[in-house]
Nanobody
Framework: QVQLVESGGDLVQPGGSLRLSCAAS????????MEWYRQAPGVQRELVAS???????YYADSVKGRFTISRDNAKKTVLLQMSSLKSEDSAVYYC?????????WGQGAQVTVSS
């Protein structure tokens, strides 16, 4: 079955960097676009970044220039490199894939940006 497992969440100071990883299994990874979402308490889940199967990328305006999404099809992994982190980046970050109209989510990785 489809499984997405995030890792790399942590507490980091403002201005710091962090890299999230999402390990995928149960589907042909290279055939699908992958996305990172985030959700802060009391806020709707929002799309942060996406990468197509040919590695075309999209970023939300709020993270453009600070976050980089990438994928390694051989390792079936999608990465989110985050830099110049701000307190407003604090959230649970989720990996997502849509396959044949079905949405699949990971369990989430907590990112807290605080001094």
């Amino acid at each position: 079955q489809v499984q997405l497992v995030e890792s790399g969440g942590d507490l980091v100071q403002p201005g710091g960097s962090l890299r999230l990883s999402c390990a995928a299994s149960g589907f042909t990874f290279s055939n699908y676009a992958m996305e990172w979402y985030r959700q802060a308490p009391g806020v709707q889940r929002e799309l942060v970044a996406s990468i197509t199967r040919i590695s075309t990328t999209y970023y939300a305006d709020s993270v453009k220039g600070r976050f980089t999404i990438s994928r390694d099809n051989a390792k079936k992994t999608v990465l989110l490199q985050m830099s110049s982190l701000k307190s407003e980046d604090s959230a649970v970050y989720y990996c997502h894939v849509r396959i044949s109209g079905e949405s699949y989510w990971g369990q989430g990785a907590q990112v807290t940006v605080s001094s």
